[in-house]
């Protein structure tokens, strides 16, 4: 999976690869399982940022992933979301937790509101793909 991740991350400014330990530590903590690809992803970069093909992404390191929804209060407006990241401007990438796929949304960060989601893909590595044929 890591040639395919290279291939489509080929001009985003990865971060070094997160341990399996800091992934199964925020499972924990968090209570949140994490989708398999974006697992695999976090193993390949920890976040980063930068384009995707003509899409631009920042994604946060796993260790930033539980304060970053305390800041954005998505227990109180979108309890069924969680956020990973943002293209950067208006606009955040979460995981839609309302079912045990977890698909990709995009939501305003205001109003940040469940029905303003956005379904954007079924799976992590479908939604880099998405991005990597903007």
């Not at 400014?13 to 924990?28: C, D, H, L, T, Y």
């Not at 968090?30 to 398999?36: D, F, K, P």
């Not at 989601?117 to 903007?134: C, I, Q, R």
Request: glycine share 10%.
């Amino acid at each position: 999976m890591n040639s395919l991740f290279e291939k489509l991350t080929a001009q985003f400014g990865r971060n070094a690869p997160a341990s399996r330990e800091a992934i199964r530590q925020f499972e924990v903590e968090s209570g949140v399982a994490l989708r398999e690809d974006y697992a695999a992803f976090l193993m390949y970069s920890n976040g980063g940022e930068g384009f995707i093909g003509g899409g631009y992404a920042i994604f946060w390191r796993v260790e930033e992933l539980i304060e970053n929804n305390k800041s954005y209060r998505v227990g109180d407006f979108a309890p069924d979301l969680f956020l990973f990241g943002s293209d950067g401007g208006g606009e955040a990438f979460a995981f839609d937790r309302r079912s045990k796929d977890q698909v990709i949304v995009s939501v305003p960060f205001i109003p940040l509101k469940l029905e303003c989601a956005l379904v954007l893909s079924p799976t992590f590595t479908g939604f880099l793909e998405m991005l990597s044929s903007l």
